[in-house]
């Protein structure tokens, strides 16, 4: 399976961008799809998740302000509201699937840089 995340650019602090991930490849189900981001320097971070139940799980940082979706099993999105310049990151989608065995999937990440 294979990621790749769009949407990422430059907005400035207040505004808004939406980032959409999407799956090519053969998956049987979905366990989990989530949103990651990385600043130089700094491990990589959890921004958000989405259970195959539909539970959200949010990073304290972003609660209110960013929304997750899901769009079947190969699609998912993550509205950015109310951009901070701390937000300023690569951001990666994440996808716990399963083919045959459980397995995961990292996209190769989309920048987002929110000036003051």
């Known amino acids: 399976v294979q990621l790749v995340e769009s949407g990422g650019g430059l907005v400035q602090a207040g505004g808004s961008l939406r980032l959409s991930c999407a799956a090519s490849g053969s998956i049987s189900s979905v366990n989990d799809m989530g949103w990651y981001l990385q600043v130089p320097g700094k491990e990589r971070e959890l921004v958000t998740t989405?259970?195959?139940?539909?539970?959200t799980n949010y990073a304290d940082s972003v609660k209110g302000r960013f929304a997750m979706s899901r769009d079947g099993v190969k699609n998912t999105y993550l509205q950015m509201n109310s951009l901070k310049p701390e937000d300023t990151a690569v951001y990666y989608c994440?996808?716990?699937?399963?083919?045959?065995?459980?397995?995961?999937?990292w996209g190769r990440g989309s920048q987002v840089t929110v000036s003051s």
């Open positions: 994440y996808l716990d699937y399963s083919w045959f065995r459980r397995r995961d999937a």
């Open positions: 989405i259970t195959s139940d539909g539970v």
